[in-house]
C-alpha cells in the first residue's frame, strides 16, 4: 500500500523559508518520479516541481524557479521541497505526489500521478 505524509507546513511572513518533508512507503523509491502540487482557495491543483526517479532531473513551474529547490534522498525515502523568499501568492495546500518512473513529456501534468499525500497548508503572510 502505497503512502505518502506530508510536514512541514506553517505560517511564515513573506520573505520567508520552510522546507517540505514527504516520506514514502510502499513504493520502491528509486524508481519513482516525484513531485509537489499547490492548490490555492478555489483554484485548482498546480503543479511545483518534480525530480525524477533516481534524482535525474528537475523540473520547476516558473512561478518558483530560483525560489524553489526540490530533493530526494533515496535512503530515507524521502523527498523534500525548499522554500525560500516566499510570497503571499505561494499561500496553498501543499501535495505530494508520486509515479512509477514517469514520462518526461508530462511530468508537469496533475493527471500523470498515481498517488497523492493529503497535503499541508503553508500560509504566507504580507
Known amino acids: 500500500q502505497v503512502q505518502l505524509v506530508e510536514s512541514g507546513g506553517g505560517w511564515v511572513q513573506a520573505g520567508g523559508s520552510l522546507r517540505l518533508s514527504c516520506a514514502a512507503s510502499g513504493v520502491t523509491f528509486s524508481k519513482y518520479t516525484m513531485a509537489w502540487f499547490r492548490q490555492a482557495p478555489g483554484k485548482g491543483r498546480d503543479f511545483v516541481a518534480a525530480i525524477r526517479y533516481g534524482g535525474g532531473g528537475t523540473f520547476y513551474a516558473d512561478s518558483v524557479k530560483d525560489r524553489f529547490t526540490i530533493s530526494r534522498d533515496n535512503a530515507k525515502t524521502e523527498v523534500y521541497l525548499q522554500m525560500d523568499s516566499l510570497q503571499p501568492g505561494d499561500t496553498a495546500v501543499y501535495y505530494c505526489?508520486?509515479?512509477?518512473?514517469?514520462?518526461?513529456?508530462?511530468?508537469?501534468?496533475?493527471?500523470?500521478?498515481?498517488?497523492w499525500g493529503r497535503g499541508t497548508q503553508v500560509t504566507v503572510s504580507s
Open positions: 505526489a508520486t509515479v512509477s518512473w514517469g514520462i518526461l513529456s508530462t511530468i508537469r501534468r496533475e493527471d500523470s500521478y498515481h498517488y
